[in-house]
């Protein structure tokens, strides 16, 4: 059965779109999967999402956080721990 992509809605039959990378199986926020997948993926893999989503924040941070919450994250940095990460840089600094 063929699922749409959230970010691109193209038609997706296997794990990831064909058309833009995002993963086929968004899941709704929870702690377990928070703490389990993102937080320490995220930390471990800076990539050019966290610079992306900065960008996003300042320019038009309801837009691209409306995107996030609606499925569109294959540019986007994980919103909850990129604010853990900020927290943590400016209490360091």
């Known amino acids: 059965m063929a699922k749409q992509c959230l970010n691109c809605n193209q038609s997706v039959d296997s794990n990831f779109c064909p058309h833009c990378g995002q993963n086929a199986a968004i899941q709704r926020f929870s702690l377990k999967q928070f703490i389990l997948n993102d937080l320490v993926n995220s930390l471990l893999?800076?990539?050019?999402?966290?610079?992306?989503?900065i960008k996003e924040l300042m320019s038009r941070p309801g837009h691209s956080?409306?995107?996030?919450i609606e499925g569109k994250r294959v540019n986007h940095f994980n919103y909850l721990t990129f604010v853990i990460l900020i927290i943590t840089i400016g209490h360091i600094v």
């Open 45 to 53: 893999n800076i990539d050019k999402g966290f610079f992306y989503t």
């Open 65 to 68: 956080i409306r995107e996030y």
